[in-house]
């Protein structure tokens, strides 16, 4: 019993996203979770951000296991990447519908031989010094589960995210009882989702959403598009039930939603009635009324199939006057402005546009903060570290956990790379482990360096002037005109004054450097620069990449 | 009474901003308002974004005046563009705070001589065909007009952006009276305000801002930041009236938020105790008790005093636990992300944030869509244009104004450059002119190319390769080591065996050029440029911009 508890997150705090957990105790490693971020407007030209997971690769030896929460990206997406960069794969765990979803990631990615297994609430997964429980818990993905993790130290909740949803469409209601029993028996350190800390009271149970749509779609006379998240599978399931009831087909758009679908009908977590699903080749076959097609794209992303339907280049969906575009989903924090293009693209169109402020057409996935309290009074835990959360939502959660009168002492608010360290005889912070971001960038990932941002940014900013000095090895002189090349630069083309005192700028600034006996390229490239950045700067109040290359003949 | 009269829209039409409507009788024209909007997160390294106004340097002899609706950056900004390009400069009208924060914006742009002049609610203007008349209405900045042009075929009102506030805190309402008197006796044409055609209801009164402030205050132990809109004078009164009744000094940060207030004091729109003021430099030589810092930065402006003392570099303003940040402000579409991340570093500074969604501390200047009702009730027009609105919001303004009995036909839903023409037979749309946006560039201002902008997108998504080669003039041969160059490509600097591919790739490319008898040198590079591109996208899977550079020796 004189072992340290060690909690390190290494995402997943003071964020949004890429979430990942380490839980270590006597040196054995347990991961939850292994997700992704997307990348913000000035992380130029990322693909995707992942957690820093340089402790993983050094500690790969002393995972146990990594155990998934739930299929979506901000949980799981970087398991394809730890996993190429570990020496030693360990067992991944996850529900059915998360193994299901996890494998068809990593046969993309082209990673076989992975330990995948599926569990379900109650097993016992056995990781080193851990008995791992799975316990159901209802989320906006079907088959989500949060961990108990027992140690002889104790038990360790992470939840995952979470909702006390008392009618969830699968008819399974979060499993209150054994998070009671487990509280009951003790338990020593509760990791809860902070998403939704900030909203009082209780978050609206999915299967409410049903009826509202259904309502929705009874006062439409032409098509019905319906966007939501493809993986929210109980949420297609209503659209399909309110499509059926009102005798309309049902049409699926959109790469993810017809895979997600169909790996949600093998798994049976979703029930679409003989004879109602239609090919998207044949939705102009049938008549307005009697179709209802669901689509990708409620973020706005930009390929999406609803973007596309917005932009007027969607190959089987043209919208147009008569048609209705239902949002059952809301804009995620960062995606606003794509969300407003869409909808006013598809207004330009002549469509109709329902949104969640017109009628409560979507659930979040998230309990609000009397859900937090549900959870910390259930579970009754010794230490509480809020995660899944901004510097905002943790602070509004550690001020829950007092509500309900956990310790001030007691709650930890912890940053990324920064362990929780239990012992017997109390629990505090220990020194800061490497963490922070990683890009994937094409097919590369890694650390990127700063300069290649700060570039990218000058680069969009102001663009690019390129200056090709050809010189005489002997004394430094010019002897060619030198070429003047941009990129990313307006109104300079029809300027030939411009042009040209921009090329006597660069021949002057040769020329004294002769002058001055300098003939190291280096140092003529230097020159160059700073002669020809103040010039431009003067001229054009533009600060862009300037970069000289200096030819030695 | 054979004229046409002609109601040219150049912005604010299926766009927020650049606010910009051009009426013309007879040949003679008055613009109202020629307002700027800020660039999208696409328009990449664009400062301002303006209507193009071709049409007005085209018609500049023609037209009589320009009158200004209010002073917000959306109408007025694009002013000293406008001005600039005119061959000849109209004389310019607008109410005494829009024509001293006009006149203060066009001595920043060096721009003497020009002929402004305020005026006042019930004066006439003559401008040419018209009778022009300012007519008082309220919004979110003092001295809002619209405008009731009159020529002989009958009466525009153009109403600028307004809310009926029967509260207003400078205790003038909307001049309801005088819009009845105009319905009264006919009005032709209104082109009105649909910025909040899509929020059901009335708009909250300014004035009932000013107690919520001050209930607000009333639990903040330490020192508050309130941050609001700069223009927004009575705002700042309330929260100056706030401070002063809870015994609290105040101090102005932000350039524009100091010389606003100024301006407002100078005409008196805003009363200052006196005593009250504390200059920034004095903050900390207040007990926080007895301390408001008014701010601005509410949209989480990069530049701007809020987001530096977020950042912790603020020199005069340290934020610290204890502190309460006030958002008297919502976040303008598109800014959501900005806002987030202030907020959520002032929390990790460890102050408290108070936003609109806690307190209703924000008031908006649009009338909602009753009051959109209630104006075309009081003017009933016998033609609609709606304005200053997304497709979205044209459309819903459309609706409203079938509702209250304008019949489909005379609403015209109109785009940017598509002229409506009246005449005693009737009203149609007649052939577009030239609209659109131009873009403000470090000093240049114009119709950026296409190509620049693609060019950004592609160097800030991947960067750029620069290969310089030296060439023999006689045969092609390379008779130096090609130089490879790249800025914003990671990756890269650790990689000698990819840097060394690529440096055989171009070797290669010369070497089957030369091979080909090819040296013409844009042939050469067009080969270059290719064999390159090819090589990186199948190495690296990314795009940059690939220049080749041939120098011939």
Request: glycine content about 10%; charged content about 25%.
């Given at each position: 019993?004189?072992?340290?508890?060690?909690?390190?997150?290494?995402?997943?705090?003071?964020?949004?996203?890429?979430?990942?957990?380490?839980?270590?105790?006597?040196?054995?490693?347990?991961?939850?979770?292994?997700?992704?971020?997307?990348?913000?407007?000035?992380?130029?030209?990322?693909?995707?951000?992942?957690?820093?997971?340089?402790?993983?690769?050094?500690?790969?030896?002393?995972?146990?296991?990594?155990?998934?929460?739930?299929?979506?990206?901000?949980?799981?997406?970087?398991?394809?990447?730890?996993?190429?960069?570990?020496?030693?794969?360990?067992?991944?765990?996850?529900?059915?519908?998360?193994?299901?979803?996890?494998?068809?990631?990593?046969?993309?990615?082209?990673?076989?031989?992975?330990?995948?297994?599926?569990?379900?609430?109650?097993?016992?997964?056995?990781?080193?010094?851990?008995?791992?429980?799975?316990?159901?818990?209802?989320?906006?993905?079907?088959?989500?589960?949060?961990?108990?993790?027992?140690?002889?130290?104790?038990?360790?909740?992470?939840?995952?995210?979470?909702?006390?949803?008392?009618?969830?469409?699968?008819?399974?209601?979060?499993?209150?009882?054994?998070?009671?029993?487990?509280?009951?028996?003790?338990?020593?350190?509760?990791?809860?989702?902070?998403?939704?800390?900030?909203?009082?009271?209780?978050?609206?149970?999915?299967?409410?959403?049903?009826?509202?749509?259904?309502?929705?779609?009874?006062?439409?006379?032409?098509?019905?598009?319906?966007?939501?998240?493809?993986?929210?599978?109980?949420?297609?399931?209503?659209?399909?039930?309110?499509?059926?009831?009102?005798?309309?087909?049902?049409?699926?758009?959109?790469?993810?939603?017809?895979?997600?679908?169909?790996?949600?009908?093998?798994?049976?977590?979703?029930?679409?009635?003989?004879?109602?699903?239609?090919?998207?080749?044949?939705?102009?076959?049938?008549?307005?009324?009697?179709?209802?097609?669901?689509?990708?794209?409620?973020?706005?992303?930009?390929?999406?199939?609803?973007?596309?339907?917005?932009?007027?280049?969607?190959?089987?969906?043209?919208?147009?006057?008569?048609?209705?575009?239902?949002?059952?989903?809301?804009?995620?924090?960062?995606?606003?402005?794509?969300?407003?293009?869409?909808?006013?693209?598809?207004?330009?169109?002549?469509?109709?546009?329902?949104?969640?402020?017109?009628?409560?057409?979507?659930?979040?996935?998230?309990?609000?903060?009397?859900?937090?309290?549900?959870?910390?009074?259930?579970?009754?835990?010794?230490?509480?570290?809020?995660?899944?959360?901004?510097?905002?939502?943790?602070?509004?959660?550690?001020?829950?956990?007092?509500?309900?009168?956990?310790?001030?002492?007691?709650?930890?608010?912890?940053?990324?790379?920064?362990?929780?360290?239990?012992?017997?005889?109390?629990?505090?912070?220990?020194?800061?482990?490497?963490?922070?971001?990683?890009?994937?960038?094409?097919?590369?990932?890694?650390?990127?360096?700063?300069?290649?941002?700060?570039?990218?940014?000058?680069?969009?900013?102001d663009g690019i002037f390129?200056?090709?000095?050809?010189?005489?090895?002997?004394?430094?002189?010019?002897?060619?005109?030198?070429e003047i090349i941009f990129r990313g630069v307006p109104f300079i083309d029809d300027d030939a004054e411009l042009v040209s005192a921009l090329r006597d700028a660069?021949?002057?600034?040769?020329?004294?450097?002769?002058?001055?006996?300098?003939?190291?390229?280096?140092?003529?490239?230097?020159?160059?620069?700073?002669?020809?950045?103040?010039f431009v700067?003067r001229r054009m109040k533009r600060?862009p990449?300037?970069?000289?290359?200096?030819?030695?003949?």
């Open positions: 019993m004189s072992g340290t508890l060690r909690l390190l997150p290494l995402g997943g705090l003071g964020e949004i996203g890429k979430n990942m957990t380490v839980v270590e105790y006597d040196g054995r490693i347990v991961v939850v979770d292994t997700g992704l971020r997307f990348p913000a407007p000035d992380q130029l030209g990322i693909d995707l951000v992942l957690p820093d997971f340089t402790y993983l690769r050094e500690r790969a030896a002393d995972i146990e296991a990594i155990v998934l929460t739930h299929g979506h990206e901000d949980h799981v997406g970087a398991l394809p990447f730890v996993l190429r960069q570990l020496d030693r794969a360990p067992p991944i765990y996850g529900g059915p519908l998360t193994v299901a979803m996890v494998r068809s990631k990593l046969d993309e990615h082209k990673l076989k031989d992975v330990r995948l297994q599926d569990v379900r609430p109650g097993d016992e997964i056995k990781a080193g010094p851990f008995s791992v429980e799975p316990v159901k818990l209802a989320h906006s993905i079907p088959d989500m589960f949060a961990y108990a993790l027992t140690c002889e130290l104790g038990t360790t909740l992470v939840t995952g995210d979470y909702k006390f949803d008392q009618t969830p469409v699968d008819g399974i209601p979060a499993d209150i009882a054994r998070l009671a029993e487990l509280g009951r028996d003790g338990v020593l350190l509760l990791c809860g989702d902070s998403t939704n800390a900030d909203r009082a009271g209780w978050s609206l149970s999915e299967s409410l959403v049903g009826p509202q749509l259904e309502d929705a779609f009874s006062r439409c006379d032409g098509r019905i598009i319906v966007t939501s998240f493809a993986s929210n599978i109980h949420r297609v399931q209503q659209v399909v039930d309110a499509a059926s009831s009102l005798g309309r087909k049902v049409a699926l758009v959109g790469r993810s939603m017809r895979k997600n679908v169909n790996i949600g009908r093998e798994l049976g977590h979703i029930d679409v009635p003989q004879g109602i699903l239609v090919e998207p080749k044949q939705i102009e076959d049938f008549p307005d009324e009697k179709l209802v097609v669901i689509s990708t794209g409620s973020q706005g992303e930009p390929l999406s199939a609803l973007r596309r339907m917005a932009a007027g280049d969607h190959r089987q969906v043209h919208l147009r006057r008569g048609d209705t575009v239902i949002f059952s989903a809301t804009p995620i924090p960062g995606n606003e402005r794509a969300v407003n293009e869409t909808v006013d693209r598809i207004y330009h169109l002549g469509a109709d546009v329902i949104t969640t402020k017109d009628a409560p057409i979507h659930a979040s996935g998230h309990g609000y903060a009397e859900e937090i309290k549900l959870m910390l009074n259930l579970v009754d835990p010794r230490y509480v570290m809020p995660v899944h959360g901004d510097h905002k939502r943790i602070r509004l959660h550690a001020e829950l956990a007092e509500a309900v009168g956990v310790g001030p002492k007691d709650i930890f608010k912890a940053e990324n790379g920064l362990p929780l360290e239990i012992t017997e005889s109390g629990a505090r912070f220990g020194g800061p482990e490497q963490a922070g971001m990683i890009f994937v960038d094409g097919v590369d990932v890694g650390d990127i360096e700063d300069v290649a941002l700060r570039d990218r940014r000058m680069l969009s900013a390129i200056v090709v000095a050809t010189v005489s090895e002997q004394d430094g002189r010019s002897v060619a005109d030198p660069v021949t002057d600034s040769l020329a004294r450097s002769a002058a001055d006996g300098i003939n190291e390229i280096s140092l003529l490239q230097t020159h160059l620069h700073d002669d020809l950045a103040e700067y600060r990449l300037v970069l000289p290359v200096v030819v030695e003949v």
